[in-house]
């Protein structure tokens, strides 16, 4: 299985930036869908966005479009989720999450499209 481990969490301001890191050991990350979901205390865990296995498509939720952007470097086996423009709406542990495809246009936006997930990172936003 393909082993995932999230990084760059931490504690910022409202309007800081961080970049979280997603590297994937075990096999190849070349063929492998990813996204980034979130949970925030009492909430239930929410889409944030995805990348297809060829990199080219992309697909955000409402709450982030603009703000965030997901990237990968499969030379790197790593994916990316810039967040800008961070809101105390946005404190939650994050969570990187793949699934293996042969289709390189494949994305995925349900949680139940991927077969594995990182330990989560914590993310918290306040003043």
């Known amino acids: 299985q393909v082993q995932l481990v999230e990084s760059g969490g931490g504690l910022v301001q409202p309007g800081d930036s961080l970049r979280l890191s997603c590297v994937a050991s075990?096999?190849?990350?070349?063929?492998?869908?990813m996204g980034w979901f979130r949970q925030a205390p009492g909430k239930e865990r929410e889409f944030v966005a995805a990348?297809?296995?060829?990199?080219?498509?992309?697909h955000y939720a409402d709450s982030v479009k603009g703000r965030f952007t997901i990237s990968r470097d499969n030379a790197k086996n790593t994916g990316y989720l810039q967040m800008n423009s961070l809101s105390p709406e946005d404190t939650a542990v994050y969570y990187c999450?793949?699934?293996?495809?042969?289709?390189?246009?494949?994305?995925?936006?349900?949680?139940?499209?991927?077969?594995?997930w990182g330990q989560g990172t914590q993310v918290t936003v306040s003043s």
């Open positions: 075990g096999r190849t990350f070349n063929w492998y869908a």
């Open positions: 990348i297809s296995v060829s990199g080219a498509r992309t």
């Open positions: 999450a793949a699934v293996y495809s042969i289709n390189r246009g494949f994305s995925a936006v349900r949680s139940g499209e991927y077969d594995y």
